[in-house]
């Protein structure tokens, strides 16, 4: 009789071992696929995060060479009647056929540029390439509408400090180190 419980004590003993071991495999198993999941999310997140880059680099920098055209256009539209009415003592002809026709080209551009930002940039960079769009456009039918009053700093201002957080973020966004310390250089150009 011993005999037999020797070998029922040794079958639980040798069953339950396996059953323990089966146990154990299958938790280590469930931990390494959640670890193999977690791992190819975090892939899946950063080839989503990089996958647009060059789109997103060629529509920042072709709306960044658009804003910067129209605010040259506006400031050389200030700037050729500011001298016309020193040469002529007065205000000088109606901007309204330049300036409408500067308008609609540069305001068209933007907004089919920030549309298709929408589609590829966070909605932090497609905000601000908005906000940009809209501030020189408020701008530009400010200096229309005012055209005898040549002082807009305050615009000037309003429009600057906004393409350069549009410049900054974008840089964020594209992995740029990005130098708070040092003035973006988005007015150079070449005109």
Known sequence: MADIWTAVVSAAS???GV?????ATRKNENRRWEREREAR??????????????????????????????????????????????QHGEAGPDPDDLMDRSYLEHSGECRALVAEMTMLAPGEMANLGRGCVGLLSDYHLLVIKNWGNRDFTHQVK???TWIEKFV????????????????????????
């Open 41 to 86: 999310e975090t892939q899946w997140l950063r080839e989503d995060r990089h996958r647009f880059i060059e789109n997103k680099r060629a529509l920042y920098a072709k709306l960044l060479d658009e804003l910067r055209d129209w605010f040259w256009d506006l400031s050389r539209g200030i700037s050729d009647a500011n001298a016309y009415a020193e």
């Open 168 to 191: 900054a973020e974008g840089r964020t966004d594209l992995g740029v180190a990005t130098d708070k310390d040092v003035p973006m250089s988005w007015m150079t150009s070449n005109h």
């Open 19 to 23: 059953g323990l071991t089966l146990l």
């Open 14 to 16: 040798a069953l339950s």
């Open 158 to 160: 309003n429009v600057t």
